[in-house]
């Protein structure tokens, strides 16, 4: 269903009022195109204007018993002159692009991410130098605690001072490598956001943000072997797996000598509120307040990032999944906080809206989640803006506007 409404009750879309022409479904052609959005029980959107109908389309409707569905203007394809215009946005072997060019790499990143400037230059060097404590922790090198308070220090600075930014950069970074420390930066980022949004003393922050950048390093001392499978994991690889927490804590505690406070929210972070989880089955508060931030940010970077074993999320899809815990996993305070900071469609996710245009969300709004402020990439009549040339609109105000949908932005330029 498509998702509107200025609420958190996020409404259906109303077509109250309009004069809405029926289609039958056995009526529908693969190929067919519409002027107008085709709608599925007045309130759905099964297809935008100008985008043709799939097979997988029609046989979607079929399996689900919908007998017909509904659009404004002409009651069939689009006229001979209309169809003429829509083909101007497919390419020369008649299938559709969305009114995207089909090299877009550049039109869906961020100006800084890809010339490598500004803040996106401090987000990069947070990772290389995590790296290097990651590098010296998996050859058990000895290292001091010290280099990791700094990045800590400077990476709470820093999203102090370039918050959406940085949040922008866990969906729109363009990174090669450096896979473990990607992860722990971006659980760090993340777990920053939710312990200022919950008015956390200031060394309580610096303790999570310590504990998240070292979160997983016990994942260092894993073979690499298992940590890469992508296929299913064997009884016995599973259990080793689930120990990582404890050589996370032996190494945050004994090795980097770190308190309770910052060594908990590596052994804590796979509880779950319910007691389900692991290595203790601790349960509800029982469970370091820091690891359940840590849990919920770390569950989302791990659903928005490139696996062995999987592809990535899109960031919509993601919050789905942690809006959907039903007080299974996460403390339902901190997932209140987390869409407080994240919003429905993550900041850096790219949506596609009810008018065919392209966009990439900018902002976001704890009272208005399905309303972010946007910068449009490709607009209505098919025109791509490059270097934030587009228009800045906020879905607040611009009340015709709606997201239909999030876009994964490697589909959009055929990488998968």
Same mark, same amino acid.
């Given at each position: &269903? ?6 958190e ?12 022409? #029926? ?10 195109? !519409? ?28 399996s ?6 509904e659009t ?12 003429a215009?829509?083909?101007?946005? &497919? ?13 877009t ?33 998996? +050859?058990?090198?000895?290292l ?7 990045i ?13 930014? !940085?949040?922008?950069y866990?969906?729109g ?24 949004? %919950? ?5 309580k ?5 310590t ?7 016990? &994942?260092?001392? %894993?073979p690499?072997?298992?940590?890469? #499978? ?12 689930? +120990?990582?927490?404890?050589h996370?804590?032996k ?48 569950? =989302?970077e ?7 074993y999987?592809? +990535? %999320?899109?960031?919509?899809?993601? %919050?789905?999944n942690i ?14 906080? =987390? ?14 809206l009810?008018n ?7 902002n ?16 209505q !009549?098919?025109?791509?803006?490059m ?14 506007? =709606?997201?239909?949908r ?6 959009i330029?055929?990488?998968?």
């Amino acid at each position: &269903m498509v998702l509107g409404g200025d609420g958190e009750n996020f409404g259906l879309r109303s077509l109250e009022g309009r004069e809405m022409n #029926k289609i039958l479904v056995k009526d529908l052609k693969e190929g067919d195109v !519409f002027s107008t959005p085709v709608y599925i029980e007045g309130d759905s959107l099964l297809v935008p204007a100008g985008i043709a109908v799939k097979e997988k389309d029609i046989s979607r409707l079929v399996s689900w018993g919908i007998e017909e569905v509904e659009t404004e203007g002409p009651p069939r394809a689009a006229k001979k002159e209309e169809l003429a215009e829509i083909l101007k946005t &497919m390419d020369p072997a008649g299938k559709e692009n969305n009114n995207l060019p089909q090299k877009t790499s550049n039109m869906t990143s961020l100006p800084e991410v890809h010339e490598k400037k500004g803040p996106y230059r401090s987000y990069l060097e947070l990772i290389e130098r995590t790296n290097v404590i990651c590098d010296t922790i998996a +050859s058990q090198d000895e290292l001091e605690a010290s280099s990791i308070g700094i990045i800590a220090s400077q990476l709470l600075q820093a999203v102090r001072e370039q918050r959406n930014s !940085f949040i922008a950069y866990i969906l729109g970074g363009e990174i090669e490598g450096h896979d473990m420390a990607k992860s722990l930066v971006n659980t760090a980022i993340l777990s920053t956001l939710i312990a200022l949004d %919950m008015k956390l003393p200031h060394h309580k922050v610096l303790q999570v943000v310590t504990g998240a950048l070292l979160h997983d390093v016990g &994942m260092l001392r %894993m073979p690499k072997e298992i940590v890469g #499978k992508k296929g299913g994991l064997s009884e016995a690889e599973l259990q080793l797996i689930q +120990s990582h927490p404890l050589h996370t804590y032996k190494i945050v505690s004994k090795e980097l000598h770190y308190t309770d406070e910052v060594s908990h929210i590596a052994l804590h972070h796979h509880e779950r509120w319910d007691g389900e989880g692991y290595p203790r089955r601790l349960s509800g508060t029982d469970i370091d307040m820091g690891a359940r931030i840590v849990s919920v940010a770390d569950a =989302f970077e791990a659903m928005v990032s490139q696996k062995p074993y999987r592809n +990535s %999320m899109i960031g919509y899809q993601a %919050m789905k999944n942690i809006l959907a815990d039903n007080l299974r996993r996460f403390d339902p305070d901190v997932i209140k906080a =987390f869409i407080r900071v994240m919003g429905i469609y993550p900041i850096g996710s790219i949506i596609l809206l009810n008018n065919g245009a392209l966009a990439r969300v900018l902002n976001v709004k704890s009272n208005a989640p399905l309303r972010p402020t946007i910068r449009i990439l490709v607009d209505q !009549f098919g025109t791509v803006f490059m270097n934030d040339e587009g228009d800045l609109l906020d879905l607040l105000v611009e009340k015709s506007l =709606f997201i239909s949908r999030a876009v994964d932005p490697k589909t959009i330029a055929g990488k998968n």
